[in-house]
């Protein structure tokens, strides 16, 4: 068995192809109760409470954790803050919710029962962000897809779909008031399983080189 963790879940769509994979096990959180009827399983909590974040995913995965080959943690943190298309971005973003995602990151990274279960993680956020993400993570993003900039450990994501190269975050006129943020910020499906596709081939490299 693998693990997703999906911070900042939204409408799942970073989680969304391995929510139809078999060895895959989805742990998406978000703490809009409007979101709960659209994302199957999604454990409504705030990652602000990182002590009860860590308590949730701990409880989800150390039954399991002889089963566990990898852990994939993928947050993103919203986005209104940084955005350059906001006119009222502010002149210092409020950085406590990626402060709060960097640290549950870092507890299953270097956890004495999650660090063998080669964890991998990713930060999402737009082109506004790189100033301060690149500061509080400590490191440069390492790749661009449209308007989505990434942070951290996963492979490249070679997305199927190349027209997702110029995608514009969602809609802002689809679904109800409530949801379109969301909309907005969805991952495409193409790059969701761009990054499957990415793992499996990674995995496959280290079975060959391990018979080896």
Not at 37 to 51: F, K, R, S
Not at 74 to 92: G, H, I, K
Not at 168 to 189: E, H, I, Q, W
């Amino acid at each position: 068995m693998k693990v997703f963790i999906d911070l900042f879940c939204g409408l799942g769509g970073a989680s969304a192809a391995f929510r139809q994979h078999p060895k895959w096990k989805v742990i998406a959180i978000d703490n809009n109760p409007d979101l709960v009827p659209h994302v199957h399983g999604m454990v409504l909590a705030d990652v602000h409470d990182t002590d009860n974040i860590k308590s949730i995913i701990a409880a989800l995965l150390f039954e399991h954790t002889d089963e566990i080959e990898q852990i994939v943690v993928w947050a993103s943190p919203p986005c209104t803050e940084f955005s350059l298309a906001n006119p009222n971005r502010p002149d210092e973003p409020d950085l406590s919710l990626l402060m709060a995602a960097k640290d549950i990151i870092e507890w299953i990274v270097t956890g004495e029962d999650t660090s063998l279960m080669n964890p991998l993680w990713a930060v999402e956020n737009v082109k506004g962000a790189i100033e301060w993400f690149n500061e509080e993570l400590e490191e440069a993003w390492h790749q661009r897809i449209g308007p989505f900039y990434l942070w951290g450990t996963i492979p490249w994501i070679d997305f199927r779909d190349r027209k997702d190269g110029e995608h514009r975050k969602g809609d802002s006129n689809k679904g109800s008031r409530a949801l379109r943020p969301n909309l907005r910020a969805l991952v495409p499906f193409s790059v969701s399983q761009g990054l499957l596709d990415s793992l499996e081939h990674q995995t496959s490299i280290l079975d060959f080189c391990e018979k080896f």
